[in-house]
T-cell receptor, first 112, second 112 residues
Framework: DQQVKQNSPSLSVQEGRISILNCDYT??????FLWYKKYPAEGPTFLIS?????DKNEDGRFTVFLNKSAKHLSLHIVPSQPGDSAVYFC???????????FGGGTRLMVKP | DTAVSQTPKYLVTQMGNDKSIKCEQN?????MYWYKQDSKKFLKIMFS???????INETVPNRFSPKSPDKAHLNLHINSLELGDSAVYFC???????????FGPGTRLLVL
């Protein structure tokens, strides 16, 4: 039973435009959410996170939005760059329990 | 300097063999993890160790035995390898009770 879902396996965006990656979760105990970026043959690298007490967190070109009532979060990348092409994983945890539950990932392709 | 390193990067072996994967982190973290990424690309927690003590074991077969000689190292030993063990194994580390985890580059295990 997947508690964290990324329903879009892939997304293609033109360079300079906005990329929006979505993530849904079912476990209402989750209180902290993270996005990781993964290049082929490398480990996931931490990108940005958000606590459930917030609804938005911004870091440069990356913004994460959290809608607790809908159990939905999204990652916005503006403007998108070809170097952003990677697989993006959404992850969630509860009570700093140290266990991350990951979504299945979305492959983002940014075309020059 | 690599923050979280794993050896070997690739491992090809026969069914029934025993193998080990090593992980080291130089971030000073006190918690380390093993994740498995299966053929469907889902990342799932296997084990979590805090200060050399096991704190999470997510119903992993007892053929898998993690060993932590000190808080900077968490090795994974697998007995009697099966075809289904073929996957990418990622080591990660973090501070205890902190959500952000830092991942190694992965070990690609292929069991023939």
């Amino acid at each position: 039973d997947q508690q964290v879902k990324q329903n879009s396996p892939s997304l293609s965006v033109q360079e300079g435009r906005i990329s929006i990656l979505n993530c849904d979760y079912t476990n209402s105990m989750f209180d902290y959410f993270l996005w990781y970026k993964k290049y082929p043959a490398e480990g996931p690298t931490f990108l940005i996170s958000i606590s459930s007490i917030k609804d938005k967190n911004e870091d440069g070109r990356f913004t994460v939005f959290l809608n607790k009532s809908a159990k939905h979060l999204s990652l916005h990348i503006v403007p998108s760059q070809p170097g952003d092409s990677a697989v993006y994983f959404c992850a969630a945890t509860s009570n700093a329990g140290n266990m991350l539950t990951f979504g299945g990932g979305t492959r983002l392709m940014v075309k020059p | 300097d690599t923050a979280v390193s794993q050896t070997p990067k690739y491992l090809v072996t026969q069914m029934g063999n025993d193998k080990s994967i090593k992980c080291e982190q130089n971030l000073g973290h006190d918690t380390m993890y093993w994740y498995k990424q299966d053929s469907k690309k889902f990342l799932k927690i296997m084990f979590s160790y805090n200060n050399k003590e096991l704190i999470i074991n997510e119903t992993v077969p007892n053929r898998f035995s993690p060993k932590s000689p000190d808080k900077a190292h968490l090795n994974l030993h697998i007995n009697s390898l099966e075809l289904g063990d073929s996957a990418v194994y990622f080591c990660a580390s973090s501070w205890d009770r902190e959500e952000t985890q830092y991942f190694g580059p992965g070990t690609r295990l292929l069991v023939l």
